[in-house]
T-cell receptor, first 113, second 112 residues
Framework: GGIITQTPKFLIGQEGQKLTLKCQQNFNHDTMYWYRQDSGKGLRLIYYSITENDLQKGDLSEGYDASREKKSSFSLTVTSAQKNEMAVFLC????????????FGEGSRLIVV | GDSVTQTEGQVALSEEDFLTIHCNYSASGYPTLFWYVQYPGEGPQLLFRASRDKEKGSSRGFEATYDKGTTSFHLRKASVQESDSAVYYCALSDQGYQNFYFGKGTSLTVIP
């Protein structure tokens, strides 16, 4: 088995601030994802990466940057935090094999004051 | 593009009631279909999946059958328990195997 660790669990910042969320996985998975979770809106894809140094934009990438400097880690940066961006951010990974399972971390909650 | 539609946003049932959560999808070919469950404070976790037409997935008393004709993968359980209270997501993985599409989620509350 493996685990996905997201840090921090709660990230508090001020409006306009640049804030970074980190994700580590020990599954040795190739593909990693960042999703934003808002109540009643489901999970929306922000960025994903199919290998080290690769980045692919999802539907919600505007206002975010991502970085995949090594296979086991994937970070997400909110470039200028806004109060309407308060949500839970979920990191996930999969091996990329046909129909394989997506594994999630426990989530990081962004609070903008 | 590919998409998943869950009809019910919130469901409230009493213990031992029958549960149905409707899931319809739009995708070309044969996507893999999933049900995920998310408990408070945790990330979503796989309940089960199905990859072929007429395949039934099941776990913990929950089940769903892949129906390509009606493009559906409805979640059912014969007798729910309070511990089943959670958010349930229907999802699909496209044939490129990199993209996952999620429904908006259904919040299930089971009243003892």
């Amino acid at each position: 088995g493996g685990i996905i660790t997201q840090t921090p669990k709660f990230l508090i910042g001020q409006e306009g601030q640049k804030l970074t969320l980190k994700c580590q996985q020990n599954f040795n998975h190739d593909t990693m994802y960042w999703y934003r979770q808002d109540s009643g809106k489901g999970l929306r894809l922000i960025y994903y990466s199919i290998t080290e140094n690769d980045l692919q934009k999802g539907d919600l990438s505007e206002g975010y940057d991502a970085s995949r400097e090594k296979k086991s880690s994937f970070s997400l940066t909110v470039t200028s935090a806004q109060k309407n961006e308060m949500a839970v951010f979920l990191c996930a990974s999969t091996s990329g094999v046909s129909g394989n399972t997506l594994y999630f971390g426990e989530g990081s909650r962004l609070i903008v004051v | 593009g590919d998409s998943v539609t869950q009809t019910e946003g919130q469901v409230a049932l009493s213990e031992e009631d029958f549960l149905t959560i409707h899931c319809n999808y739009s995708a070309s070919g044969y996507p893999t279909l999933f049900w995920y469950v998310q408990y408070p404070g945790e990330g979503p976790q796989l309940l089960f999946r199905a990859s072929r037409d007429k395949e039934k997935g099941s776990s913990r008393g929950f089940e769903a059958t892949y129906d390509k004709g009606t493009t559906s993968f409805h979640l059912r359980k014969a007798s729910v328990q309070e511990s089943d209270s959670a958010v349930y997501y229907c999802a699909l993985s496209d044939q490129g195997y990199q993209n996952f599409y999620f429904g908006k989620g259904t919040s299930l509350t089971v009243i003892p």
